[in-house]
């Protein structure tokens, strides 16, 4: 089964996927300086680059992600670094941004992503007002979940991400946030389905 939850809400969440060409979380954030094997001053350089790049093509999110056949979050996370480029998607890539060096394209295909985030982007009022959305709302959205599809949870790996936007009975300019993930459910954990077990010395 396939969970859709959908937001509603005042203050247009694309406004982050813009603030995200100029707010530079990830110039060298904790969350990546902790792991040896990421080079936070590369991964910052490369995301700058490519930013700059899409901003000088004159593109949207969402025109880059009609043209790579993705959902438009999905084309931000793969230029900010938290997705791996593919090479079916990096050839498209390059038609639709040609300034793109090879080099970056590489690294954005061949590297794997470490999918973190600095704590401080929870101070940038947009991404804290849909973190509040979802931990208010969060003890509600688990008690439907297990009503609707039983004992688990949405999967964030088998999942998908699209931010647009409607119009309000006002006149107002609304958001529409959809999660798309496939549910997961517990298992019993019965020792006959257990294939390695722990060794009992």
């Given at each position: 089964?396939?969970?859709?939850?959908?937001?509603?809400?005042m203050?247009?969440l694309q406004?982050l996927?813009?603030?995200?060409?100029?707010f530079?979380f990830?110039?060298?954030?904790?969350s990546l300086r902790s792991?040896s094997?990421v080079?936070?001053?590369e991964?910052a350089?490369r995301?700058?680059?490519?930013?700059?790049e899409?901003?000088?093509?004159?593109l949207?999110?969402?025109?880059l992600a009609?043209?790579l056949?993705v959902?438009n979050?999905?084309a931000?996370?793969?230029?900010?670094?938290?997705?791996?480029?593919?090479?079916t998607t990096?050839?498209?890539?390059k038609?639709?941004i040609?300034?793109?060096s090879e080099?970056d394209?590489?690294?954005?295909?061949n590297?794997?992503?470490?999918r973190?985030f600095d704590e401080?982007i929870l101070?940038e009022p947009?991404v804290?007002?849909?973190?509040?959305?979802?931990t208010?709302?969060?003890?509600a959205?688990?008690a439907?979940i297990n009503e609707?599809?039983g004992?688990?949870?949405?999967?964030?790996i088998?999942?998908?991400l699209?931010?647009?936007?409607?119009t309000g009975?006002?006149?107002?300019?609304r958001?529409v946030?959809?999660?798309?993930?496939k549910f997961?459910?517990?298992?019993?954990?019965?020792?006959?389905?257990?294939?390695?077990?722990s060794p009992?010395?």
């Amino acid at each position: 089964r396939t969970l859709h939850i959908v937001m509603f809400s005042m203050r247009p969440l694309q406004l982050l996927l813009k603030r995200a060409d100029s707010f530079r979380f990830f110039n060298a954030p904790p969350s990546l300086r902790s792991y040896s094997s990421v080079n936070a001053t590369e991964v910052a350089e490369r995301v700058s680059r490519v930013l700059a790049e899409k901003s000088s093509a004159n593109l949207s999110y969402d025109d880059l992600a009609a043209s790579l056949g993705v959902t438009n979050a999905y084309a931000a996370q793969i230029l900010l670094g938290q997705a791996k480029l593919t090479p079916t998607t990096a050839k498209k890539l390059k038609i639709a941004i040609p300034s793109i060096s090879e080099t970056d394209l590489e690294s954005m295909t061949n590297d794997f992503p470490m999918r973190s985030f600095d704590e401080d982007i929870l101070k940038e009022p947009n991404v804290y007002r849909t973190y509040e959305a979802i931990t208010h709302n969060g003890e509600a959205i688990k008690a439907i979940i297990n009503e609707q599809c039983g004992d688990g949870i949405m999967s964030a790996i088998d999942f998908y991400l699209d931010v647009g936007t409607t119009t309000g009975k006002h006149g107002e300019k609304r958001v529409v946030i959809t999660f798309n993930g496939k549910f997961l459910p517990f298992v019993e954990q019965t020792a006959d389905d257990n294939g390695a077990p722990s060794p009992r010395d």
